[in-house]
């Protein structure tokens, strides 16, 4: 059973540009959460997502940062016309159905965007 | 609001050395917590999850506990070796839900040296 898989593991982007990261989660599990760590600060929530539905997106930019998980394929995190202060490791969980295992949150590698 | 904290910051351990890390948090109302490890530039591994209902968790040689009363968790790691070294996280769900998002601690960061 393959664990949380993103890619890419690392991303260069130059100031303006769209950045896009993938998540696909554990088979069986139907929630998933992004989470950033910026340099030297700890992990904070940004979204949480089920299929084809946004459940919680309280810890998200106002502007320029959105996300899916659509009934197909990976979650996405998507930012528009990135700037420096977005230079950070974005980490993807998941977990399984309501009910299921505890709600324990498995992470995947992450990905490093870097801001150019 | 909850806020989590772990004490200390970083900790420097010669090998064989038995070591506890300490996670609080604000509001007892928790449903469960998690520690995890990451090592630099890696991702987060799982290492033990505590429910609510229970005291403490044992795996290998790892030993969590919870006390939610009083707000804290304790990690205690027996004989610790190098490859232990790395950042420890504690995180309790915001939610009152079996699905939410985490608060993450502060880390400590964890040298095992030789």
């Known amino acids: 059973n393959a664990g949380v898989m993103q890619n890419p593991r690392h991303l260069v982007r130059r100031r303006g540009q769209e950045a896009r990261l993938r998540c696909s989660p554990m088979k069986g599990h139907s929630h998933v959460y992004w989470y950033r760590q910026l340099p030297e600060e700890g992990l904070k929530f940004m979204v949480y997502?089920?299929?084809?539905?946004?459940?919680?997106e309280s810890g998200m930019p106002k502007e320029r940062f959105s996300a899916e998980f659509p009934k197909e394929g990976p979650s996405i995190l998507r930012i528009q016309q990135v700037v420096r202060g977005d230079s950070a490791a974005y980490f993807c969980?998941?977990?399984?159905?309501?009910?299921?295992?505890?709600?324990?949150?498995?992470f995947g590698p992450g990905t490093r965007l870097t801001v150019t | 609001k909850q806020e989590v904290t772990q004490i200390p910051a970083a900790l420097s351990v010669p090998e064989g050395e038995n070591l506890v890390l300490n996670c609080s948090f604000t509001d007892s109302a928790i449903y469960n917590l998690q520690w995890f490890r990451q090592d630099p530039g890696k991702g987060l591994t799982s290492l033990l999850l505590i429910q609510s209902s229970q005291r403490e968790q044992t795996s290998g040689r790892l030993n969590a506990s919870l006390d939610k009363s009083s707000g804290r968790s304790t990690l205690y790691i027996a004989a610790s070796q190098p490859g232990d070294s790395a950042t420890y996280l504690c995180?309790?769900?915001?939610?009152?839900?079996?699905?939410?998002?985490?608060?993450f601690g502060t880390g400590t960061r964890l040298q095992v040296t030789l």
């Open positions: 995180a309790v769900p915001l939610g009152k839900g079996t699905a939410s998002k985490l608060t």
């Open positions: 969980a998941s977990s399984p159905p309501q009910g299921q295992g505890a709600n324990e949150q498995y």
């Open positions: 997502l089920q299929k084809e539905n946004i459940i919680d």
